[in-house]
């Protein structure tokens, strides 16, 4: 970790005795300026042996405090700047300790030597105490990193071939230089300002002599240290790993008994060491190959060993040859024979270049190609054009007739046509491929067909082009049994999805080429529901795609007939009612007894219950049913 940016207080509170009411410690906060009385000991550690972490730290000033100081209440410890852990050097920890009033010897009496200008506070213990404050040393002493091996925890970790500089507390990776090739011999050698100085802005370095330019191949890309770019503490999470990735290039011609060139080829180290490869293997004037060592090879496999080539200049090496270089085919160092035809002017179309058995180039016509007087080389035999058809195994056509089959909703796809030429001749010198009509950028959706013609030209011929031509034949779909979204048809084509007015009973009709709706019987409209894309054409029609055959703007179907009402039963109806001579209720009659009241209410009871029943209303829709009765006595 980096120091810290910000004075870190900390309060610590001893187990060993009760903790003082927080009240008057923070009352104690308020002092006046104390003199603070330095521990005549210091707390030494080596940078391997400090404590790790802030809390070891805390834990060690705390422990000397209770060590060296009597009737410690409560501690409270604070620095500021840069952290202890294994900061080299010595660092004071100020702490503030509230010590009970009867462990300071003679506070009134000899205040400059123990109790100082204190003050005696009660706390709510009901003790006296007393503040002070205390100056803790904490050395930590300088370890040589660069003379260290791992795996010990404290070693340098400089990449070869860098150089380890121990610092104070620290190290530094240093890339050589023709002026700096090794680490300082002295074991105390501390590095001073001037020295980084000379390193980083006086010397004159080459690329080869600083790191690497990239930050993907090196922290601190194009500098010649790790001063001043990595973390000053060589240990932290941060620091460990900059000057771990930290790379100086290596120069691979430096040793020349472990040359990657063959004996009769030189090294030479490449400008930048990020050249790919950063050295070249050069063979002697007159000589050709990589220059790098052949293995070894039997009699047989020297003889299959390709010879480089140049080109008709004598010097450029062929095509071939740098091929063969690039993939270390041309081992060593080998004299080159001549190609003439390499680099030598470039041919007409359909010529190529030919040697006489004098080695002299001359273009003359490829096989296959005889010379026309106005044309030059041309193809014996015109090319031949194939139709490619989908390879999907649900795909319908007819390879004889050239002709493909789709349907409403598919997607044509261009498959294009496979060239047949003997002589190999370049097909693109001229291929055209026109369409009777434009393909939509989505589905098919009208029915019918169209043309693909595919022609090649060939103006030495008669007629001047090779053709080939592809029917495509768009057949019916029932839109009826299209759905939307549905993973097919429905879900690319919603124009074939049929509209019908389903919940009105419209039923759909499939047609060739489209579709339409039929209202049932006692309903009137065109059966559809409102087709957004369908807009009016201002003339009774509509205009969009596919529009549907009697399609009237979605109106629907309504119910246009009346209702039949039919009797049931017999006509009149008979009622049958209970004789009485009197008034229920009201004047007793003769009949007037519990019995006959009972038989007359069953009856009225069974009545009412037939009269609906008794008549019968059909019709498509819902009707309200008013009916009027005249009983006759």
């Known amino acids: 970790m980096r120091s810290l940016s910000a004075a870190l207080f900390l309060l610590l509170s001893c187990n060993s005795l009760p903790s003082a009411n927080a009240a008057t410690t923070s009352s104690a906060h308020h002092q006046p300026a104390q003199t603070c009385e330095r521990l005549p000991s210091s707390l030494t550690y080596s940078q391997a042996t400090a404590p790790a972490d802030v809390s070891a730290i805390l834990r060690v000033v705390v ?16 620095w500021t700047g840069a952290e202890l852990h294994r900061r080299v050097g010595e660092r004071i920890v100020r702490c503030t300790v509230t010590r009970l009033a009867e462990s300071v010897v003679q506070i009134s009496e000899d205040s400059d030597d123990d109790g100082g200008d204190a003050e005696v506070q009660i706390d709510e213990h009901g003790r006296e105490i007393v503040t002070q404050c205390f100056e803790v040393p904490f050395t930590i002493l300088d370890v040589n990193e ?17 150089i380890c500089i121990n610092t104070l507390g620290s190290y530094e990776c240093v890339c050589p230089s023709a002026s700096f090739q090794s680490s300082p011999s002295s074991v105390d050698f501390i590095p001073t300002p001037q020295f980084w100085e000379d390193i980083t802005y006086n010397q004159h370095r080459t690329p080869w002599e600083v790191s690497y330019g ?22 932290s999470r941060e620091g460990a790993v900059c000057h771990s990735t930290f790379r100086c290039p290596v120069d691979p011609c430096e040793d020349v008994e472990s040359s990657p060139c063959a004996s009769n080829a030189s090294c030479q180290r490449a400008n930048s060491p990020l050249a790919h490869p950063n050295y070249t293997c050069e063979c002697p004037p007159g000589l050709m190959g990589n220059g790098k060592p052949c293995p070894k090879y039997n009699t047989q496999q020297q003889q299959q060993q390709q010879q480089p080539k140049v080109k008709y200049d004598g010097k450029t090496p062929t095509e071939s040859t740098k091929r063969l270089l690039d ?14 035809c390499d680099g030598y002017h470039d041919c007409p179309p359909k010529e190529m270049c030919v040697a006489d058995s004098y080695n002299r180039p001359s273009c003359q016509c490829k096989p296959g190609h005889v010379r026309d007087e106005v044309y030059g080389c041309v193809d014996e035999h015109p090319p031949g054009l194939t139709l490619r058809y989908s390879s999907n195994p649900d795909s319908k056509f007819d390879t004889d007739r050239g002709i493909e089959y789709l349907t409403q909703g598919d997607r044509y796809e261009e498959y294009g046509v496979d060239v047949i030429d ?27 067909e169209f043309y693909v013609n595919y022609t090649v030209a060939t103006p030495w011929t008669s007629p001047e082009f090779v053709r080939a031509k592809r029917t495509v034949v768009i057949q019916n779909v029932n839109e009826c049994k299209v759905r939307m979204n549905d993973g097919n048809i429905g879900s690319h084509c919603p124009e074939l999805v049929s509209m019908c007015d389903v919940d009105a009973g419209a039923a759909c009709l499939d047609e060739i080429g489209t579709y339409t709706c039929q209202c049932p019987e006692g309903t009137e409209g065109d059966g559809f529901l409102p087709i957004p894309r369908l ?14 055959k009697a399609y009237n703007g979605g109106t629907g179907c309504r119910d246009t007939s009346r209702p039949v009402i039919e009797l049931m039963g017999p006509n009149p109806k008979v009622f049958r009612v ?42 498509r829709q819902r009707y309200e049913l008013c009916a009027c009765f005249l009983f006759v006595f």
């Open 63 to 78: 422990e000397k405090i209770n060590r060296d100081v009597t009737g410690v209440v409560d501690v409270e410890v604070a």
């Open 146 to 162: 660069c003379t260290i091996s791992s795996p010990n925890p404290m070693a340098h970790r400089c990449q070869p071939p860098s």
């Open 214 to 235: 990239r930050s993907s191949e090196s922290s601190c890309p194009n500098s010649p240290s790790t001063f001043g770019c990595c973390d000053d503490d060589g240990h």
């Open 327 to 340: 993939a270390g085919l041309l081992c060593g160092c080998t004299k080159p024979t001549v190609d003439p």
């Open 422 to 448: 003997d002589n190999a001749e370049e097909y693109l010198r001229s291929l055209k491929i026109t369409y009777s009509r434009p393909l939509p950028q989505g589905c098919l959706l009208d029915m019918g």
């Open 535 to 548: 807009r009016p054409d201002g003339k009774g029609g509509f205009v969009g795609t596919m529009i549907p």
């Open 578 to 619: 209970a004789k009485t001579s009197g008034l229920k209720g009201v004047v007793k009659g003769a009949n007037d007894n519990a019995d006959a009241n009972a038989r007359v209410d069953a009856i009225l009871a069974e009545q009412r219950t037939t009269y609906e029943k008794d008549i019968k209303v059909s019709g």
